[in-house]
């Protein structure tokens, strides 16, 4: 595999002028689709991709920062990329445990808190093990939540948290007909985190793909055909633009 070396520039990215610092998204979540076509297109491997995409990922954790988003959740592997070649599963696993050891001196120098959402006790030790420690060693920080999803499936998050009430409902320490939809967001993997404001897809496909099933309800949605590798914090400041353009009902009728 012909892997070019982790990104070492910490350039800081321009904020436009014209972001409203007020209409910040609280929370962004993207689906970083498209290494594999940017890869194919430039003659790669799949896994010059992905390493393409933890670079981009990089600029744009720093750009979310920058523009003041608080939570930054990224789909970086979902519970249904288990079926493609072991080759890339294994190259991705290995690049997310390179990438938190390269990254977690500057996420900390930068008061950014790392956050998992997935099935983690399925993962490699190896992969649990450099997350744990980042978890554990950010935990108190006030700035930017990066949230990765890994082994992630909304289904499986929404039966995850219904087990957890059914466990509560047999212990007798909650009636049936006493559950509502708080009793499910507060068993999801990461339920202090609130609802995407804005959902980002790259590279045009118009779906979730199971992420984010139930946080996403009244969430913006925003696809650019911009492959992942090439999702630049221009891109980004773009989407953000977008996001500010929209009125949000939620349901409701806005005059
Ligand atoms: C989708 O592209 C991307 C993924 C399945 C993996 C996302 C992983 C990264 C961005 C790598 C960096 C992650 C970390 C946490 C360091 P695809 O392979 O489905 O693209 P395609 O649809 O064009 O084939």
């Known amino acids: 595999m012909s892997n070019p070396e982790p990104n070492s520039e910490s350039n800081e990215p321009t904020l436009p002028a014209d972001l409203d610092p007020e209409r910040i998204p609280v929370h962004v979540a993207i689906i970083m689709d498209g290494n594999g076509r940017w890869a194919r297109s430039h003659g790669h491997d799949r896994l010059v991709g992905h390493n393409q995409g933890y670079r981009t990922l990089k600029e744009i954790v720093f750009a979310a920062d920058a523009a003041g988003v608080k939570y930054l959740t990224v789909y970086g592997f979902s519970s249904e990329n288990w079926r493609r070649p072991q080759a890339e599963v294994g190259g991705l696993m290995e690049l997310m445990v390179r990438a938190m050891q390269a990254e977690i001196e500057e996420l900390i120098e930068r008061n950014i808190r790392v956050r998992v959402s997935g099935r983690v006790s399925a993962l490699p030790a190896d992969l649990r093990d450099v997350f744990s420690d980042a978890m554990s060693r950010t935990a108190e920080f006030a700035g930017l939540t990066f949230n990765l999803a890994i082994n992630y499936g909304g289904r499986a998050e929404v039966v995850d948290a219904v087990r957890a009430v059914a466990a509560l409902v047999k212990s007798g320490d909650l009636q049936p007909d006493e559950i ?20 980002i897809r790259t590279a045009g496909e118009m779906r979730l793909s199971n992420f984010l099933l139930w946080e996403t309800a009244y969430s913006e949605i925003y696809v650019t055909q911009v492959c992942w590798p090439d999702f630049h914090p221009e891109q980004f400041y773009l989407a953000l633009l977008d996001y500010q353009k929209r009125v949000r009902r939620f349901g409701a009728v806005v005059e």
């Open 180 to 199: 509502d939809d708080h009793h499910i967001a507060a068993h999801l993997y990461s339920p202090e985190i609130p609802d995407p404001d804005l959902l």
